[in-house]
Nanobody, 118 residues
Framework: QVQLVESGGGLVQAGGSLRLSCAAS????????MGWYRQAPGKQRELVAS???????HYADSAKGRFTISRDNARNTAYLRMNSLKPEDTAVYYC????????????WGQGTQVTVSS
């Protein structure tokens, strides 16, 4: 089993920045990809960014140029640095882990709220 705990959400003005953290515990050696998803009210959950154990990254178009995902394998922690935040970035942000051999994210954090005021 893998446990994920997010932190770092909050209220920020448009144009501001936040850094989200996701601490993994348990069978962390099984984790291949760590991802950040978000879900805004009335909308489907969407992938924001992901990073493999080797450091390869993927970003949604909405995140490119503004968000940076990183990962510290020694600390079993993933980060999402969000700059130039917009009101439309307001959502609950979830950390997720995809383990080796799996095709879907198997483990999810509880989510952290990000609210961007205009």
């Amino acid at each position: 089993q893998v446990q994920l705990v997010e932190s770092g959400g909050g209220l920020v003005q448009a144009g501001g920045s936040l850094r989200l953290s996701c601490a993994a515990s348990g069978s962390v050696f099984r984790i291949n990809v760590m991802g950040w998803y978000r879900q805004a009210p009335g909308k489907q959950r969407e992938l924001v960014a992901s990073i493999t154990r080797g450091g390869s990254t993927h970003y949604a178009d909405s995140a490119k140029g503004r968000f940076t995902i990183s990962r510290d394998n020694a600390r079993n922690t993933a980060y999402l640095r969000m700059n130039s935040l917009k009101p439309e970035d307001t959502a609950v942000y979830y950390c997720a882990a995809l383990v080796f051999g799996a095709h879907e994210y198997d483990y999810w954090g509880q989510g952290t709220q990000v609210t961007v005021s205009s």
